[in-house]
């Protein structure tokens, strides 16, 4: 009788531990997933914002500094009276004086700097993708091998778990992002 109860306790013990051990690699899935979709979201929401923000930085700096070359080049290349010099004098100081106000309150109002930031944001969400892909594969991997694998398989099979898939990139998706694109209306 004592043997028999030995062998019971241990059998439960047995299934218990299986049991326990296949919820956990299918919670630990789970979570992973739910990291990776945040890390995905997050490109979602920041990269259209961020692409929008260098573009108005873009067109506001173009517009001043192209007006600016504008009056620069007429008043260096025309032939003007007085009336016209001054009146020409008076707009190229307003514009330099409205760029040097924008520098000074915006200081990170430079294209160089925010394409900088673009592509140094871009880079942190993609490895941060990355890893979380890898993750989450690896997850997925530990979670299909538990129940595929003898015993665990007769756990898996009796709790109706079913593979996971591994995460994918399609071969039309592995190409760099196109930021060039994304600039355009």
Request: charged share 20%; no cysteine.
């Amino acid at each position: 009788m004592e043997t028999f109860l030995i062998v019971t306790g241990v059998a439960i013990f047995i299934i218990v531990l299986m049991y326990n051990t296949l919820i956990s690699k299918k919670n630990q899935v789970d979570n992973i997933f739910a990291g990776l979709d945040a890390v995905l979201k997050k490109r979602y929401d920041l990269l259209p914002n961020l692409v929008a923000t260098v573009k108005e930085y873009m067109v506001h700096e173009r517009i001043t500094l192209e007006k600016i070359t504008e009056l620069r080049s007429k008043a260096t290349t025309s032939n003007l009276n007085s009336a016209e010099t001054v009146a020409l004098d008076k707009q190229l100081s307003s514009m330099l004086g409205n760029l040097m106000v924008a520098v000074e309150n915006y200081p990170t109002l430079k294209a160089n700097e925010n394409f900088l930031h673009l592509q140094g944001t871009l880079n942190e969400i993609e490895e941060q993708i990355s890893a979380a892909r890898r993750a989450y594969n690896q997850s997925v991997t530990d979670y299909n091998n538990a129940i595929q694998m003898f015993p665990t398989n007769f756990m898996a099979g009796f709790m109706k778990l079913e593979q996971k898939e591994l995460f994918s990139v399609p071969s039309s998706e592995r190409q760099n992002v196109d930021v060039k694109n994304l600039f355009q209306k």
